[in-house]
């Protein structure tokens, strides 16, 4: 299903007359490709768009199933294990906006951003927690801030669907909280990672639908 949709995301940015004229300030020291570590890339590989080349011959991680969802949150749990991922409005007037050429947004609060990039987003990320046992894990506010538009759920066949998921690795120290974006213009992707029951940094991959 994730090679069809890889393909699928080509074709629609081949139909693409133009791109906008406009600079991407967005950095690229958080992709897939720029991943060292040997076992973080190779679990991240297995699941992510931006490592959907190197997923081949590897096994599914174990993840968490859904248990709540709506327009503006999504919670995952099982054994003990909880995620919750929560979503806001975004409010222009608590942000300072910066414009390409007078009609491209390119920074917000001074720093680029992800999700519809060049234009001014509709909602944001307000909280990502995960609580395993008695202790509560907050990933950092700096972690997300960024991140804008994010799509929690959506309908296939009438049911709800989500590209959303929360991985464990086979070695039982990580949980990988996966959010994508799958939208014309605005799409990306993210993966939180927790390790030791600390939050240890985060793959951030763009561009998928130009």
């Not at 069809?4 to 690229?28: E, H, I, W």
């Not at 503006?72 to 919750?84: C, D, R, S």
Request: one cysteine or more; glycine letters at 10%.
């Amino acid at each position: 299903m994730r090679i069809v949709f890889a393909l699928t995301l080509c074709l629609l940015a081949g139909q693409n007359v133009k791109a906008q004229d406009m600079p991407d300030y967005r950095s690229k020291r958080e992709i897939f490709p720029r991943i060292t570590e040997k076992d973080l890339r190779s679990d991240i590989a297995s699941f992510s768009m931006g490592g959907i080349e190197e997923s081949v011959g590897k096994l599914p991680l174990n993840k968490l199933p859904v248990t709540a969802a709506g327009s503006n949150f999504i919670e995952f749990e099982e054994g003990g294990l909880k995620v919750t991922i929560k979503g806001g409005i975004f409010e222009k007037a608590k942000h300072k906006l910066g414009y390409y050429d007078e009609k491209y947004l390119v920074k917000i609060d001074n720093k680029p951003f992800f999700g519809d990039y060049g234009k001014v987003p509709r909602t944001t990320i307000e909280e990502v927690s995960v609580i395993m046992g008695r202790d509560t894990i907050m990933i950092p506010q700096t972690a997300f801030s960024d991140l804008y538009n994010p799509i929690f759920t959506y309908k296939q066949g009438g049911v709800d669907k989500s590209y959303n998921s929360v991985y464990l690795s086979a070695d039982g120290r990580k949980i990988y909280v996966y959010m994508l974006k799958r939208e014309a213009g605005g799409s990306y992707e993210v993966a939180w990672i927790i390790q030791d029951k600390k939050y240890l940094k985060r793959m951030v991959d763009f561009g998928f639908l130009k």
